[in-house]
């Protein structure tokens, strides 16, 4: 089973993206959704969390500039990317704690930042 994730792609500095994300019927209890990122040579690195309950946490790297939000359902997230930067580029990893156990991650879409 893997989260079905979109939205990435080729954008100037300053400019917007939104990276969409949703977890199948079949995953059930999912107390938490976000984003990860990876750079080349660099390790998977957290960007921004929502819990069910709506608690959200960013990365120090993004505030301000993303934000995530999700769907009534709460079966799908959302990452508005605002204010990109060159270091932003990176590929993007959706990923789903369930039942406060069970890791789900999607495909990864890449993001590219640059003039």
């Known amino acids: 089973v893997q989260l079905q994730a979109s939205g990435g792609g080729l954008v100037q500095p300053g400019g917007s993206l939104r990276l969409s994300c949703t977890a199948p019927?079949?995953?059930?209890?999912?107390?938490?959704m976000g984003w990860y990122r990876q750079a080349p040579g660099k390790q998977r690195e957290l960007v921004a969390t929502?819990?069910?309950?709506?608690?959200?946490n960013y990365a120090d790297s993004v505030k301000g500039r993303f934000t995530i939000s999700r769907d009534s359902s709460k079966s799908t997230v959302f990452l508005q990317m605002n204010s990109l930067k060159p270091e932003d580029t990176a590929v993007y990893f959706c990923?789903?704690?369930?039942?406060?156990?069970?890791?789900?991650w999607g495909q990864g879409t890449q993001v590219t930042v640059s003039s």
């Open positions: 929502i819990t069910s309950g709506g608690t959200t």
């Open positions: 019927g079949s995953i059930f209890n999912v107390n938490a």
């Open positions: 990923h789903a704690k369930v039942a406060f156990r069970d890791d789900y």
